[in-house]
Nanobody, 124 residues
Framework: QVKLVESGGGLVQAGGTLRLSCAAC????????MGWFRQAPGKEREFVAA????????YYADSVKGRFTISRDNAKNTVYLQMNSLKPEDTAIYYC?????????????????WGRGTQVTVSS
């Protein structure tokens, strides 16, 4: 099992930036892929981005491609989500998750451990 703790959320104006962090402990961090998901009020949790165990492969939802960047530092057991050009529709609780495999995966069932989430609010 992996324990995940997100940080870095907050309130930002449209067009602004935020950087989310997710610290992991438990299983060897470099042995599994990581992902970010988000859930807006009244909506289902949706995939945002994922990164392979080494960081060499990444994948993004179309809605964030070109604006968000996922990265990881295996020496610090941390994964990041850099969010630029934020839009009001990016408002949600953002969750990081640890995958069951080392390769990039995108569905919630592929992830076995979840953080509690961090709120991101983008004002217009």
């Amino acid at each position: 099992q992996v324990k995940l703790v997100e940080s870095g959320g907050g309130l930002v104006q449209a067009g602004g930036t935020l950087r989310l962090s997710c610290a992991a402990c438990g299983r060897t961090f470099s042995s599994y892929a990581m992902g970010w998901f988000r859930q807006a009020p009244g909506k289902e949790r949706e995939f945002v981005a994922a990164i392979s165990w080494s960081g060499s492969s990444t994948y993004y939802a179309d809605s964030v491609k070109g604006r968000f960047t996922i990265s990881r530092d295996n020496a610090k057991n941390t994964v990041y989500l850099q969010m630029n050009s934020l839009k009001p529709e990016d408002t949600a609780i953002y969750y990081c998750a640890a995958a069951r495999t080392p390769i990039v995966v995108v569905t919630t069932l592929d992830f076995g451990s979840w953080g509690r989430g961090t709120q991101v609010t983008v004002s217009s």
